[in-house]
């Protein structure tokens, strides 16, 4: 007979070989063993004797928030050499923008377009995390996001399911170190939160979702599908309902779709107490309904709350879970365990320290927050400063090393963070400046020192003013109704712009706020979305013209509130609103008038957002031009669409280029626009290059009223551009 340990040492070897040794690990487990396997504790201390006896009894299978070596290696200890199966525990920790060195926030990253760069600061806090024993990461967050009022938009990748895709598996790879799951430095990353969660109802957090069919798969479903491809190790369950049905306790969701369609391989794990939360719902009556309807619907590891621990043995003894559903679950998280080599390194390596604020992850943050930020405006080219100009600097955000790393810095350390203010006592100390904060921060309410802050701009050249949100402003949890520059920070803007000099207005917040108020006090506007450790410096380099800002927009702006959601990717109306509509204003005053013309459009703030998706300017301008593509989509399913781009302006910079494509007539109403395409483009002043994009005949495809997914022949227009308005475009036919 083989022996447990010869078992779990067998691990590494190839794939099949290692399911038969699971199987084998398996049949030999006490049922309470594999419902050990199946329970997520919280701890954040070091553990005491009666969890560590726990843990000796193989009833505990993975472990959140440790971050402690010492700690770590106590518990793992218990697992590996001191229980009957000597399986190891799976630690996790929410690295979410980066460790203890953060990059911006994901949606800052997003702005980016650049998926290398996503990869990078995910490998980044991969290694730092895993030297603490960090071994598995609740992140990437994947949710669509089309209302700002929700906290959590912070933590994605924006609006558009093609770029949250894209960077999605661009942080996958990183995180996992490009699909060497056992390497020394990756952690297994989690594919969150499945499924619909970004559509809370009115952006208040944890609230149901209402996404129609068809959307659902076409838009919401499409960033995890992604992530299935690239091999994601592991997947949480939502907190929300869709249309009724907890994501916990969605057979359809997680056994039908992720795993019989999606051939998903690793294992599920339930967002925290979510399962248990199905009782608040009202689709479960007690703990052990929970359970029932968690372990039907294929959820294998529940986060923190007992439902499973509790309930599956006396389930089983009941007849009503086979034990064979208790075996796949168990067999899908050690498939990962496995795979992760966390058989064979299961400790922390303490003899050598852990290295954060290297000069290789800061510079990375710093070019990270670079991208990251985008120019909104920049009036009579304003920007970039001169060097020898006098600053005035004013602002709750010009110091604020805490909210500037914005939401999930559980680990970062803010007397790391480099604030402008920072930034001109190092690098930037030969800047002429003046520093005036006037608010304490950004929800203050004080202005007695606003009088000071206008004096300090009229002594300047120019003022710069840095407002936007502390850090507990947006995240889990922290939605807003109103989305307007909080407190009175425009009223600080608008008495620095009295002093008649011209104002640099840098935003750093957590999601799009609505600043159409406050851009006639601005000359220029650079927006932030919190930009982690480094931000202070890398926004010093873009107002100075070390660097020339590349970012855009990956979500649209909204003017009003009321507005949202506006998303660029939206299916048209029967009566679409022309470019020019009427304004309140224009309403004649004479009785008897009934119609404005009768299209889609908001009598106050019109039809369009303030910013477009995908837009953001540069110190450059470009220019496109000379659109070329076949008029038909070949046999072979794909096609080159072709067009020049210009560098127009003096200095060299980077482009980003879209490309955006809607199918014209369908069986289903598609979207105006969607992105099928970006990349980034370096061009020196003067230089033209062509670029060049691949279009497939499956990258049309969407599902239909069957729910079938198929391309339909048909003529589609293509757009090439540098935001979501490009007006550059062609047409092609795929033929019948
Ligand atoms: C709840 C959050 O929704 C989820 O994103 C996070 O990973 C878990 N808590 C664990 O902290």
Not at 658 to 686: N, T
Request: net charge negative; proline share 5%; hydrophobic share 40%.
């Amino acid at each position: 007979m083989v022996s447990l340990v010869a078992l779990v040492a067998a691990c590494t070897v190839q794939i099949d070989e290692t399911e038969q040794k699971i199987n084998d690990l398996i049949a030999r487990m006490t049922l309470e063993e594999k419902i050990g396997q199946m329970f997520q504790v919280s701890l954040d201390n070091a553990p005491n004797e009666q969890i560590l006896q726990v843990v000796r009894e193989g009833k505990i299978g993975s472990v959140i928030n440790v971050v402690n070596p010492e700690a770590a290696n106590m518990l793992q200890k218990a697992a590996v050499e001191e229980s009957r199966t000597g399986i190891p525990i799976i630690f996790g920790r929410d690295v979410i923008h980066g460790f203890k060195t953060l990059a911006p926030i994901p949606l800052g990253q997003a702005a980016s377009f650049d998926p290398q760069l996503i990869h990078d600061c995910a490998r980044m806090s991969a290694v730092e995390a895993r030297s603490v024993g960090v071994r598995w990461t609740f992140a990437p967050m994947l949710d669509i996001a089309r209302d700002a009022r929700w906290g959590r938009i912070a933590e994605g990748f924006g609006e558009d399911p093609y770029l949250v895709a894209q960077l999605g598996a661009a942080s996958i790879q990183g995180f996992q170190s490009d699909g060497r799951l056992s390497d020394e430095q990756a952690i297994a990353a989690c594919a969150k939160h499945f499924a619909g969660y970004g559509a809370a109802e009115g952006g208040r957090d944890y609230n149901s979702a209402n996404i129609p069919p068809l959307l659902w798969r076409n838009v919401y479903l499409k960033p995890f599908e992604q992530a299935v491809d690239a091999g994601v190790a592991t997947v949480m369950t939502s907190f929300n309902d869709n249309d009724g049905i907890p994501s916990s306790g969605n057979e359809d969701l997680v056994k039908n779709t992720l795993r019989d369609e999606w051939h998903f391989n690793g294992f599920v794990v339930s967002d925290w107490t979510s399962m248990a939360e199905m009782i608040a719902h009202g689709v479960a009556k007690d703990m052990k309904d929970v359970a029932l309807i968690s372990i039907k619907a294929g959820v294998d590891m529940e986060m923190v709350s007992p439902a499973y621990l509790i309930n599956l043995p006396e389930l089983i003894k009941e007849g009503k879970v086979p034990e064979k559903a208790i075996d796949n679950a168990v067999r899908n998280i050690l498939r990962i365990k496995c795979r992760m080599g966390l058989f064979e390194k299961p400790y922390v390596n303490t003899s050598t320290p852990p290295a954060f604020y290297t000069e290789e992850s800061l510079k990375l943050a710093r070019r990270a927050a670079a991208e990251s930020a985008i120019l909104l405006k920049n009036e009579n080219h304003l920007l970039p400063l001169s060097e020898t100009q006098k600053i005035a600097v004013i602002g709750p955000m010009a110091d604020a090393p805490h909210d500037q790393l914005g939401t999930w810095c559980f680990d970062g350390d803010k007397t790391h963070t480099l604030t402008p203010v920072g930034a001109l006592k190092g690098e930037y100390r030969h800047i002429n400046h003046v520093y005036e904060p006037a608010l304490a921060y950004s929800r203050d309410k004080n202005t007695s020192r606003f009088d000071k802050a206008r004096r300090a701009a009229a002594a300047a050249d120019v003022a710069v003013v840095f407002v936007g949100e502390e850090a507990i402003l947006s995240g889990e949890a922290h939605s807003l109704s109103n989305l307007n520059l909080i407190g009175v920070q425009s009223e600080l803007i608008k008495a620095v712009k009295s002093a008649g000099k011209p104002v640099v207005l840098v935003v750093m917040a957590g999601r799009p706020l609505t600043i159409e108020r406050d851009l006639p006090y601005a000359d220029a506007v650079l927006y932030n979305f919190h930009p982690g450790t480094m931000g202070g410096a890398a926004i010093f380099d873009l107002l100075f013209g070390r660097e020339n800002p590349s970012g855009k927009l990956p979500v649209t702006f909204v003017r009003e509130v009321g507005q949202i959601p506006l998303y660029y990717n939206h299916n048209n109306t029967g009566r679409p609103a022309p470019d020019k509509v009427t304004t309140l204003d224009e309403i004649p005053l004479e009785a008897g008038q009934t119609s404005l013309g009768n299209t889609s459009f908001y009598l106050d703030s019109g039809r369009d957002p303030l910013f477009p998706f995908g837009y953001g300017l540069s110190y450059s301008s470009f220019e496109y031009s000379n659109l070329i593509l076949p008029d038909q989509m070949p046999a072979n399913g794909t096609i080159t669409i072709k067009a020049t781009l210009k560098n127009t302006g003096n200095v060299a910079g980077t482009e980003v280029a879209q490309l955006y494509v809607r199918d014209m007539v369908a069986s289903v109403a598609r979207p105006v626009k969607e992105l099928k395409g970006f990349q980034r483009v370096w061009l020196k002043a003067g230089e033209t290059k062509e670029i060049s994009f691949e279009l497939g005949i499956s990258d049309l495809a969407f599902f239909d009223q069957d729910m079938i997914r198929k391309t339909e022949p048909g003529d589609f227009t293509v757009w090439v551009g540098g935001d979501s308005n490009a007006q550059l475009k062609g047409v092609f036919s795929i033929p019948e």
